[in-house]
C-alpha cells in the first residue's frame, strides 16, 4: 500500500494496541492524523502528545470532510457514525485488518502467530534483527522497551508482525514466513476445533 496517496487519515479506536500503531506509522510520514476512542488512556495521551487529535466519543463532526482514509478497528459496528459519514463522503475505510494486510503484502513480511507466546515472541525477533542490522518495522500487541512502545519503525522492507487470530484476522496478512508458537483450542466461537 502507498502510503503517499493518503493525506488525511482517521482512526476509529485508536487507543487499540494495533491501531495505534499505525496512526503512529502515518504520523511519522508526516501525515495528518486523527482519532477516536471512547476512553481515555495511556496510549491516548502518549498520541496527543505526539500532536495527533483525539474526541473521547463517536460523533460524524469528528471525521474531517476532506479526510483520505478511514481505518477502524474491527470492534467498530457498521453504524457507528463516523464510518456512516465516510460512507456517504466517499472516504476510503478499511479495517486495522485489511490495512495489515495490503501493507505486509508489499513488505518481507514475518507473522508470528499461535495461542500464546506471541507478543513475546515477536518482540525478541525484532530485537535480534535490529541488533544484527537488519531495520526491521515491528507491530507487537504490547508495550516494549526500546521501541516506541507497540511500534518500531525500520528502514528497510522487513516487516515483523504479531498475527491476531481473533475472527480470522491473521488470514488478511501476506507473509513470506510464520512462526507458530503453538496451537491450542481458544476462540471456539469461531474456529469450533482445531
Known amino acids: 500500500m502507498n502510503l503517499n496517496k493518503f493525506n488525511k487519515i482517521h482512526f476509529i479506536g485508536i487507543g487499540g494496541i494495533g491501531v495505534s500503531a ?3 506509522i502515518f504520523l511519522h510520514f508526516n501525515k495528518e492524523v486523527s482519532g477516536s476512542d471512547v476512553y481515555e488512556s495511556q496510549i491516548t495521551k502518549d498520541l496527543e502528545k505526539k500532536g495527533i ?3 473521547y466519543e463517536h460523533k460524524d463532526s469528528n471525521l474531517a470532510d476532506d479526510a483520505d482514509l ?18 456517504k463522503l466517499n472516504i476510503k475505510q478499511m479495517s486495522y485488518p485489511e490495512f495489515l494486510g495490503e501493507y505486509s503484502a508489499e513488505k518481507n513480511t514475518i507473522a508470528i502467530a499461535g495461542t500464546n507466546g506471541k507478543s513475546t515472541t515477536t518482540a525478541m525477533i525484532g530485537k535480534i534483527f535490529e541488533k544484527a542490522g537488519l531495520d526491521p518495522t515491528v507491530i507487537v500487541g504490547t508495550q516494549v522497551p526500546g521501541f516506541e512502545g507497540n511500534l518500531r519503525l525500520g528502514s528497510s522492507d522487513i516487516l515483523i508482525i504479531e498475527a491476531c487470530e481473533w475472527k480470522g484476522h491473521m488470514l488478511n496478512l501476506a ?5 507458530l508458537t503453538n ?3 481458544d476462540h471456539l466461537d469461531y474456529y469450533k476445533n482445531l
Open 22 to 24: 499505525i496512526a503512529k
Open 53 to 55: 487529535k483525539i474526541f
Open 70 to 87: 478511514l481505518i477502524y478497528s474491527p470492534a467498530v459496528p457498521k453504524d457507528n457514525p463516523e464510518r456512516q459519514k465516510a460512507e
Open 175 to 179: 507473509p513470506q514466513s510464520i512462526i
Open 183 to 185: 496451537l491450542e483450542l
